[in-house]
Nanobody, 126 residues
Framework: QVHLVESRGGSVQAGGSLRLSCAAS????????IAWFRQAPGKEREGVAR?????????YADSVKGRFTISQDNALLNMVYLQMNSLKPEDTAMYYC??????????????????WGQGTQVTVSS
C-alpha cells in the first residue's frame, strides 16, 4: 500500500511558476513509478510527468516538455516534486499524484496507476 499526499497548489499568472510536492508513505522502499496527472473541468485526466524511482528516469507529455520537471529527493525516499515553469492558462487543472508498483507502464493511461492522492488545484490566469 502507498499513501500519497500532495502539497497545496495555488494561483499564478501566466508565465509564472509553481512547485508541487507529493509525499508517499507506506511501501516507500519498493521500486515504483510516481506520476503527476491533471484533470481540467470537462476534460479527461491526462498524464503530464512520471519518474521511475530506482534510477530517476523521467518521462513527460509533449504538452509540458521543457516547462515541467519531475524530480525526487534522494535523501527523502518518499518525496517527489513537480516544478512547473512558464505556466499557461491551459495548465489550469486539478493535479494528482499517482503511483504504481513496481514499474512504469508503457503509456499514460491513468487506469494503470493504483494509488492516488487527493488532488490539488492549480489555476493560471492570463
Amino acid at each position: 500500500q502507498v499513501h500519497l499526499v500532495e502539497s497545496r497548489g495555488g494561483s499564478v499568472q501566466a508565465g509564472g511558476s509553481l512547485r508541487l510536492s507529493c509525499a508517499a508513505s507506506g511501501d516507500t522502499y519498493s521500486s515504483k513509478c510516481i506520476a503527476w496527472f491533471r484533470q481540467a473541468p470537462g476534460k479527461e485526466r491526462e498524464g503530464v510527468a512520471r519518474i521511475y524511482t530506482p534510477d530517476g528516469s523521467t518521462y513527460y507529455a509533449d504538452s509540458v516538455k521543457g516547462r515541467f520537471t519531475i524530480s525526487q529527493d534522494n535523501a527523502l525516499l518518499n518525496m517527489v516534486y513537480l516544478q512547473m515553469n512558464s505556466l499557461k492558462p491551459e495548465d489550469t487543472a486539478m493535479y494528482y499524484c499517482a503511483a504504481v508498483v513496481p514499474l512504469c507502464p508503457m503509456g499514460w493511461a491513468w487506469t494503470d496507476f493504483d494509488y492516488w492522492g487527493q488532488g490539488t488545484q492549480v489555476t493560471v490566469s492570463s
